[in-house]
């Protein structure tokens, strides 16, 4: 899979992605991480990327004139034949955009994504979802945010990471990334994945009442040393007995009740 990120400050994702697990799965070929610079794709000679909101209001907006071509410039030519072409300008292929319903670009195996507060909040479910892609793009809003027309033109979804404002997309970015990297096969491995908190898991999904769903996380994990100060390991852990020990964890795994249609 690859998984691209347009955003103005790109050295952000520099540490992060190249680390740990992101890093070797990175090494092995599962992925690949594309960083681009929005600035690359302005059209003046300030290369300003941002400007004051249209109706007054404090801040700056993300333009989508730079935006625009920064997806052109990685969609496949067969992603994007439903564009008008780049000299005709970005006004002109909006305006088409307004008369013509179906102006969305043309893929099916890559998803673009706009990082923003009042997007719908991100889950394992949509991690799980979005690890069947070929392609992720994300669109990392800064300032007071992102021109509307890239959402409802550009982007096929706008997701956020909980009800609270961050400065910018990139840490939101990032987050969905790992997440949706970790379940690639070959990233870590399988058996680390069935038991864990939120795992897709039918036993997962026992309906209460009708409208409630509970959720299993993952039961208490401990390792070396068995005491650490005056505090011990659980006898159990340590008895060698897996029935026991596998009870033990089923008792202790915390649920979280959910219901329909909300998001914990
Ligand atoms: N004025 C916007 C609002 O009230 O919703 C907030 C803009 S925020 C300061 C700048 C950018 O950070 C957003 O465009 C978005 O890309 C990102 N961002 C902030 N909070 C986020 C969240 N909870 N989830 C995802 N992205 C977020």
Same mark, same amino acid.
């Given at each position: 899979?690859?998984?691209? %990120?347009?955003?103005?400050?790109?050295?952000?994702?520099?540490?992060?992605?190249? $680390?740990?697990?992101?890093?070797?799965?990175?090494?092995?070929?599962? +992925?690949?991480?594309?960083?681009?610079?929005?600035?690359?794709?302005?059209?003046?000679?300030?290369? #300003?990327?941002?400007?004051?909101?249209?109706?007054?209001?404090?801040?700056?907006?993300?333009?989508?004139?730079?935006?625009?071509?920064?997806? &052109? #410039?990685?969609?496949?030519?067969? @992603?994007?034949?439903?564009?008008?072409?780049?000299? +005709?300008?970005? #006004?002109?292929?909006?305006?088409?955009? @307004?008369?013509?319903?179906? %102006?969305?670009?043309?893929?099916?195996?890559? &998803?673009?994504?706009?990082?923003?507060?009042?997007?719908?909040?991100?889950?394992?479910?949509?991690?799980?979802?979005?690890?069947?892609?070929?392609?992720?793009?994300?669109?990392?809003?800064?300032?007071?945010? +992102?021109?509307?027309?890239?959402?409802?033109?550009?982007?096929?979804?706008?997701?956020?990471?909980?009800?609270?404002? /961050?400065?910018?997309?990139?840490?939101?970015?990032?987050?969905?990334?790992?997440?949706?990297?970790?379940?690639?096969?070959?990233?870590?491995?399988?058996?680390?994945?069935? $038991?864990?908190?939120?795992?897709?898991?039918?036993?997962?999904?026992?309906?209460?009442?009708?409208?409630?769903?509970?959720?299993?996380?993952?039961?208490?994990?401990?390792?070396?040393? @068995?005491?650490? /100060?005056?505090?011990? +390991?659980?006898?159990?852990? /340590? #008895?060698?007995?897996?029935?026991?020990?596998?009870?033990?964890?089923?008792?202790?795994?915390?649920?979280?009740?959910?219901?329909?249609?909300?998001?914990?």
């Amino acid at each position: 899979m690859k998984i691209t %990120f347009l955003t103005i400050f790109p050295k952000i994702f520099d540490c992060y992605l190249n $680390e740990s697990i992101l890093k070797r799965a990175q090494k092995k070929g599962l +992925v690949k991480f594309g960083i681009v610079n929005i600035r690359d794709f302005t059209a003046d000679k300030h290369k #300003s990327v941002d400007d004051k909101p249209y109706g007054g209001g404090p801040g700056m907006i993300l333009k989508i004139g730079p935006i625009y071509r920064a997806l &052109r #410039s990685i969609l496949k030519k067969s @992603e994007i034949r439903n564009l008008v072409p780049t000299s +005709v300008g970005i #006004s002109a292929s909006l305006r088409k955009s @307004e008369t013509n319903p179906k %102006f969305k670009f043309q893929k099916s195996k890559t &998803r673009i994504i706009l990082l923003s507060a009042k997007g719908k909040t991100f889950d394992q479910k949509m991690a799980g979802k979005f690890s069947k892609y070929k392609h992720l793009i994300f669109i990392c809003g800064r300032y007071e945010g +992102v021109d509307e027309r890239v959402a409802k033109h550009l982007a096929d979804e706008e997701i956020s990471i909980g009800n609270y404002v /961050l400065t910018g997309g990139e840490l939101p970015a990032m987050i969905i990334s790992d997440a949706i990297t970790r379940l690639m096969p070959g990233v870590i491995k399988t058996e680390s994945l069935k $038991e864990e908190s939120f795992a897709i898991r039918p036993k997962n999904k026992l309906k209460i009442k009708n409208l409630k769903l509970k959720i299993v996380c993952e039961y208490p994990q401990y390792t070396r040393p @068995e005491k650490f /100060l005056n505090w011990q +390991v659980p006898a159990i852990l /340590l #008895s060698g007995d897996h029935k026991k020990i596998s009870d033990w964890r089923k008792r202790h795994s915390r649920t979280k009740i959910q219901k329909q249609g909300e998001r914990i």
